[in-house]
C-alpha cells in the first residue's frame, strides 16, 4: 500500500485485536485489547470515525493526534517517540508516511496474526524510518523500530551526525486501565512488586547498570483498578534488551488522542552513544506487549505460549542439576567432588555443574578472573578425570564461566590494560573486586570466543553457567571515539558484542545449552533469552524469598527457563534455617537442581532427595509444559499456585510463609480448573508431611491425605475447598486429575533417565 491509500488494518489472534488506520501523515492505533471480531468496511469506518477526540479550550486549534510515531508536530506534548539532533538543529522530526505492507496470517475465527510495516521518510531529520507490528498466534504484539540517516531526503542544513537520544515503542491505553504494577529488588531479592495508580506525568523506570539489573521493572503492567492473578483487564509490556533500557507509562491532562495514558518503552542510550552519519542505521530492540482480559495470569500464558512456540525453544527433559557452588565453593578437590558426584548419581541427578573456581590461580573471588585456563595446581591432570567420573555415572557435565568480568589480579589485566571496558582516566571503583572486559573490541570477544570454544571441546561439555556479577559503572570504551581519540559510550555496543559471542558458541556448539546468571537475576530479560536455556532467578538459596522471587519470574518465562535448587537446612544468603519438606516442595515447580553438599547428609537425606528427585521426574513434563496459575489470596502469609496440564492433570502448591490472625482460610478455589468437569484430588505427602496449626485438618483433606477423593469442578474451581492451617514456613502439595483419566503417568516416568 503507498502513502495516500487510507485504511483500517485490523489484526485478529487468540481473542486479541489490534487496529491501525492508515491516514496520512501518520498512521494511529485505533485498538489494542479484546477481539472485536470480524469487522467489516462499514464496521471499520465506525472505528474510524469515532477515533477523533475533542478540541480543548487554550490547546492547538485541531484535535490532539497520538499517533504511532507521535511527535509534537501533531500536539503530541508527551514523551516522543524520537528525539535527538544534529549539531544542534533537526530536533523536530516530521515523519511522513511513505509505503506500508500487510501481512494477514490465516487462523481460525480469530485470525492468526500477522504484520503491519510502515516505512516512513523525514525531510527535517534527514531519516528514513521503519515501524512494525508483529501480532503472533498467541496474542502477543511485537514493536520493532529502526531509523537510516539519509541526508538526500533532507531538507538543506547541518550534514553532521544524527545524534539519535531515543527511539520508543509507545502505545496508547484506555481510560480503565488506572493502575501499574511493575517490580524493584535488589541482590537475593529480585522482582519484588509495586503498585501505584496511573497519575498525570510519568511513571518512568530506568536502567543504567548496563543489563536490566536486580531491580529491573522486569515486566510493566497497567489495567483495571484492583486487577489480580485471575481477575481484571491487564495490558503488558516487556523490553526484550540485555543493556540500558526504560519504560513508562504517562498520562498528560489532554490524554493521548481517544486514549487516556500511554505504555512503552525502549533502549536507554547513553548521549552520543548513537551518531548516524549518512547511510547508517540503528535498530531499537524489540518491544512485547500483551493483552488480557483474565488477570495477570493471562498475560503470562501468553508469553509462555510465545516461548514455547519457538524453534530454539528446550524440547528434551530439563535434567535435574547439582551445582557445586554451594556445596564446596572454592575449595576444589579431585576426591571430594568425585565423591559428590557420586551421591548426586544415586539420589538421581542427571547434569552435574563444576562453578567457580576451577580457572589459574582462582583461589578465592579476588584473582583470576580472565584467565580461563585449568588451573594445574589444583587439577594437574585437567578436569578431565572429574568429567569421566560423572559421565561414569551417566551423567551431563557443565562448566562455570564469567567470561565478560576481569580480576586485575590475572594475567590478561596485566597483559591487556587496554582491554577494560572503563575511562582512559583509570578503572574506576571495582565491584566484587572485579571490572569489566570491553568485549565489543573483536580481539577481546575473539580471546574469549577461542577460550571457551577450545574447552567445550576438549571436555565435551554440555552446559555452560555463564554469570555476569556486576552493574557496568563509567561503561566507555577506551580510544573508539574520532580517529581513535576519546572514550565513547560502550552499553550497546557491549550487548551486540555479546549476543553475537553467544550466537557464534551456539553455532559451533549446537548441543551447548547455556544458562544466564548475573549475580542471580540480573539480566532476565527476552533478549538473552533467545540465545540462552535458563535463568538463574537468584542467588538466594532461601525457599521463603525463593516463592515470592519465582512466582513473580514465573509471569513471563515458564517453569522449564527457571533454575531452582535445593539448598542445606540453613541458607547461605540469610542464614534462615527451614525444614527440608518445605525447600523440597518448594524447589519443585521450575527446571529442578540442587545447591547442597551431600557429602555431608544423612542416609534418610539422601533417601528423601532420592524420593523428591523421584517427583520431578514424575510431574516433570506437567510442570514444564502445563499452564501456570496463581490464587488470588486475601491473606498475603499464603500462597496457592500449580501447573494446570491440557488433560486437566494439576499440581498445586499450598504455602504459608508467616502466621496470620485469621485461624483459618475458608475455601479456597484451585484456579485454572474446568468448572464443567470431574476430578479427583489427593495430597502428595511423598517428601513429609508438612506442620499443621490446628488440631484436625478439614475433613476432605483428611481423606485425600490416604487416597483420591472425588470433586466436581464446581466446587474445586467456583465454590472453593477449605485448605489445612499450616505453620509458618510449610507447603502441602495438591495432586488433581480427570475423574475419567485414572491411571494415566507422566511419560519420563518417576525411573526416567536422560541419555548421558
Not at 530536533?91 to 516512513?120: C, K, N, W, Y
Not at 493471562?298 to 509462555?304: A, D, K, L, Q, T
Not at 536455556?533 to 527457571?562: F, G, K, Q
Amino acid at each position: 500500500m503507498t502513502h495516500g491509500e487510507e485504511a483500517v488494518i485490523l489484526l485478529r489472534a487468540a481473542g486479541v485485536s489490534f487496529a491501525v488506520e492508515l491516514t496520512s501523515p501518520v498512521p494511529q492505533v485505533l485498538h489494542w485489547g479484546d477481539d472485536l471480531g470480524p469487522l467489516g468496511g462499514a464496521d471499520l469506518q465506525a472505528l474510524r470515525q469515532t477515533a477523533g477526540p475533542a478540541t480543548l479550550n487554550n490547546s492547538p486549534d485541531a484535535p490532539r493526534v497520538f499517533s504511532v510515531w507521535p511527535t509534537e508536530r501533531d500536539g503530541w506534548s508527551g514523551t516522543p517517540a524520537q528525539s535527538g539532533h544534529a549539531g544542534g538543529t533537526r530536533t523536530t522530526p516530521r515523519p511522513v508516511l511513505e509505503r506500508s505492507e500487510v501481512v494477514l496470517e490465516a487462523g481460525d475465527g480469530a485470525g492468526g496474526g500477522g504484520s503491519i510495516e510502515l516505512h516512513f521518510v523525514d525531510a527535517v531529520t534527514a531519516m528514513r524510518s521503519r515501524l512494525r507490528y508483529t501480532l503472533d498466534p498467541h496474542g502477543v504484539l511485537a514493536v520493532d523500530l529502526d531509523v537510516t540517516r539519509d541526508l538526500a531526503v533532507g531538507t538543506p542544513g547541518s550534514t553532521e551526525p544524527y545524534a539519535l537520544a531515543t527511539l520508543d515503542a509507545l502505545l496508547p491505553l484506555p481510560e480503565r486501565a488506572g493502575e501499574i504494577a511493575d517490580f524493584a529488588g535488589k541482590w537475593c531479592r529480585e522482582r519484588s512488586l509495586q503498585r501505584t495508580p496511573v497519575r498525570f506525568g510519568a511513571h518512568r523506570r530506568e536502567s543504567r547498570r548496563g543489563k536490566p539489573g536486580h531491580d529491573s521493572p522486569f515486566l510493566t503492567l497497567v489495567g483495571t483498578p484492583g486487577f489480580g492473578f485471575r481477575h481484571g483487564e491487564v495490558w503488558g509490556m516487556h523490553v526484550a534488551w540485555s543493556g540500558n533500557q526504560h519504560t513508562l507509562v504517562e498520562e498528560l491532562p489532554e490524554g493521548a488522542g481517544p486514549f487516556r495514558s500511554v505504555l512503552g518503552g525502549g533502549e536507554l542510550l547513553a548521549p552520543g552513544e548513537v551518531l548516524l552519519a549518512d547511510g547508517e542505521s540503528y535498530a531499537a530492540p524489540t518491544v512485547l506487549f500483551a493483552w488480557s482480559a483474565d488477570g495477570m495470569d493471562g498475560v503470562s500464558e501468553r508469553f509462555h505460549r510465545r516461548l514455547r512456540a519457538r524453534s530454539s525453544h528446550p524440547s528434551t527433559a530439563r535434567p535435574l542439576v547439582l551445582n557445586t557452588w554451594e556445596a564446596v565453593y572454592f575449595d576444589h578437590d579431585l576426591e571430594r567432588l568425585g565423591r559428590l558426584a557420586e551421591l548426586a548419581a544415586r539420589v538421581g541427578v542427571e547434569r552435574v555443574v563444576l562453578d567457580d573456581g576451577w580457572f589459574s590461580g582462582r583461589r578465592d573471588a579476588d584473582a583470576g578472573l580472565g584467565d580461563w585456563h585449568v588451573d594445574r595446581a589444583v587439577w594437574p591432570q585437567g578436569l578431565g578425570p572429574f568429567v569421566d567420573r560423572v559421565r561414569e555415572h551417566g551423567m551431563q557435565f557443565g562448566l562455570w564461566f564469567e567470561p565478560e568480568m576481569v580480576n586485575l589480579d590475572s594475567d590478561l589485566a596485566r597483559e591487556h590494560p587496554d582491554w577494560l571496558l572503563a575511562p582512559s582516566e583509570g578503572v574506576g571503583l571495582p565491584s566484587r573486586n572485579q571490572y569489566v572486559l570491553d568485549i565489543g573490541k573483536p580481539e577481546v570477544s575473539q580471546y574469549l570466543l577461542e577460550r571457551i570454544d577450545a574447552l567445550v571441546g576438549e571436555y565435551a561439555i554440555d552446559y555452560i553457567k555463564w554469570d555476569h556479577n556486576r552493574d557496568l559503572s563509567e561503561a566507555v570504551s577506551r580510544g573508539t571515539g574520532p580517529h581513535g581519540s576519546g572514550d565513547r559510550p560502550g552499553v550497546r555496543r557491549q550487548t551486540l558484542a555479546l549476543y553475537d559471542l553467544l550466537d557464534e558458541l551456539r553455532r559451533r556448539h549446537p548441543g551447548l545449552e547455556i544458562e544466564t546468571c548475573s549475580g542471580g537475576g540480573g539480566r532476565i530479560d527476552l533478549g538473552i533469552l533467545e540465545r540462552t536455556d535458563r535463568v538463574w532467578a537468584s542467588d538466594c538459596n532461601d525457599p521463603v524469598e525463593r516463592l515470592e522471587i519465582e512466582r513473580w519470574t514465573s509471569l513471563l518465562l515458564p517453569p522449564e527457563l527457571i533454575g531452582s535448587h535445593l539448598g542445606a537446612a540453613e541458607a547461605h544468603t540469610t542464614s534462615r534455617v527451614t525444614s527440608a519438606p518445605f525447600r523440597l516442595a518448594s524447589a519443585l515447580f521450575a527446571h529442578s537442581g540442587i545447591e547442597w553438599d551431600l557429602t555431608g547428609c544423612s542416609e534418610e537425606e539422601l533417601e528423601q532427595i532420592a524420593t523428591w528427585s523421584a517427583m520431578y521426574r514424575e510431574f516433570r513434563s506437567l510442570v514444564h509444559g502445563g499452564r501456570v496459575v496463581n490464587a488470588d489470596l486475601a491473606d498475603e502469609a499464603t500462597i496457592l499456585h500449580g501447573v494446570v496440564g491440557e488433560d486437566g492433570r494439576a499440581l498445586y502448591a499450598w504455602s504459608r510463609v508467616a502466621t496470620s490472625a485469621g485461624g483459618q482460610a475458608g475455601r479456597i478455589r484451585l484456579p485454572g480448573l474446568d468448572p464443567t468437569s470431574r476430578y479427583e484430588i489427593r495430597l502428595r505427602e511423598d517428601l513429609g508431611r508438612s506442620s499443621r496449626h490446628e488440631a484436625h485438618d478439614p475433613r476432605w483433606v483428611q481423606e485425600a491425605a490416604g487416597g483420591w477423593v472425588a470433586v466436581p469442578g464446581q466446587v474445586a474451581a467456583v465454590a472453593g475447598l477449605p485448605l489445612p492451617t499450616l505453620n509458618p514456613q510449610q507447603t502441602l502439595l495438591i495432586e488433581v486429575r480427570v475423574a475419567d483419566a485414572r491411571g494415566a503417568v507422566d511419560a519420563t516416568g518417576p525411573d526416567a533417565r536422560l541419555e548421558a
